[in-house]
């Protein structure tokens, strides 16, 4: 099984390496970063740059495509290296999924056109323009269309993923490895309980801050 | 201020990542992936190859440290290259803390000797038989030294750590930021919860399964 983690400058680390540190535990999956060229490639801080192992050209069908998301998604554009090796690699996949903002480079590729899907919490307005019925959800499938809400929900997605791929028993082996018992210090990791001024902040700082504010 | 996460052959890539998602966001902060010699630095599977910029001889003085662990931790004996650094520059680091089998490392190199610290579910006998009272805590904070449990822990302890830095504001910030709300599909992260025959596969093919199983 081949798992594709496609990769473009300006992306979050989080929503690669959370699915990946479990996916590569799925028996016989062997994961591959690619990018439009073999290489380095960056987030927004320049601080950490992964080795992208092929190129796109060089994994045209993935059994599983895992999209990231991060600041660099809003260049992500349709036509474009990623948008092309998309539409075609999703063609022959069994799955297609995404990472927080991710769900907007597969929305604009039209590969969410009509379906349930979800997104970080402050981009699901956009998510909706996009013409795809966002929901409010941790992680949400729709036939083998799989998203995942902000950052570091692809660690959740990509459990339920491997539960759905190897089994149960699986997926549970998976998450003892890696210790996922979270306990985080704060309640503070959704809209729905961090401190309104918080979420305020965060709201009116958002690159998707012109979208009208109904979240 | 500074922080450097030091790499080893065979590190667990979420227990860098997940404290880098969080520790980017902390205003002010500059981090560093540090190796023994810059370049690229790959876990088990050799499918993730992260990028050192620096040497450890560039970063002689980080105000904060993070040591991952993985599977390499066991080559990094005392003494070698990540003994001699971390020796040298916990001396005037503000924190020194670790995720996963990195307290093994910081244990071996006399870091944390009588003080309370925590690992991985599958390696406390083997801290506590490097003379650390070893705790099955997500996170433990003593003095300047603060460990957590296995791989996804180091998100959690991250966002205590950044309290501490910085403050409860700025940490629920982050947290808000990485929409860390976890919703483990399963209730299988901890082996006080998971599946009994699923415990018991992982510690018999634990690499410390040698150990006594008082765990």
Same mark, same amino acid.
């Given at each position: 099984m081949q798992i594709v983690i496609p990769l473009f400058d300006s992306f979050a680390p989080l929503d690669a390496v959370g699915p990946y540190q479990v996916l590569v535990h799925l028996p016989g999956a062997a994961i591959t970063f690619a990018a439009q060229r073999p290489g380095g490639v960056s987030d927004a801080s320049g601080s950490f740059t992964l080795q992208a192992q092929a190129s796109f050209a060089d994994v045209p069908h993935p059994d599983v495509i895992v999209v990231p998301g991060g600041s660099g998604e809003a260049d992500q554009l349709r036509p474009g290296a990623l948008h092309d090796w998309l539409l075609e690699a999703d063609k022959?996949?069994?799955?297609? /999924?995404?990472?927080?903002?991710? /769900?907007? $480079? @597969?929305?604009? !590729?039209? @590969?969410? !056109?009509?379906?349930?899907?979800?997104?970080?919490? +402050?981009?699901?307005?956009?998510?909706?323009?996009?013409?795809?019925?966002?929901?409010?959800?941790?992680?949400?499938?729709?036939?083998?269309?799989?998203?995942?809400?902000?950052?570091?929900?692809?660690i959740d997605m990509a459990l339920a993923l491997a539960a759905? $791929?190897?089994?149960? =028993?699986?997926?549970? !082996? $998976? +998450?003892?490895?890696?210790?996922? =018992?979270?306990?985080?210090?704060?309640? !503070?990791?959704s809209p729905a309980t961090a401190p309104a001024q918080i979420v305020a902040a965060q709201r009116s700082a958002s690159r998707f801050a012109g979208a009208k504010a109904a979240n």
């Open positions: 022959t996949s069994t799955w297609t /999924s995404s990472v927080c903002t991710g /769900s907007l $480079i @597969l929305a604009r !590729a039209g @590969l969410l !056109a009509g379906r349930e899907a979800t997104t970080n919490w +402050q981009a699901l307005e956009e998510l909706e323009r996009l013409g795809v019925k966002a929901l409010r959800e941790r992680y949400v499938f729709d036939g083998k269309y799989v998203t995942a809400a902000g950052v570091s929900a692809g759905r $791929i190897a089994g149960d =028993d699986v997926a549970m !082996a $998976i +998450q003892l490895g890696i210790e996922y =018992d979270p306990r985080p210090p704060f309640n !503070a990791g």
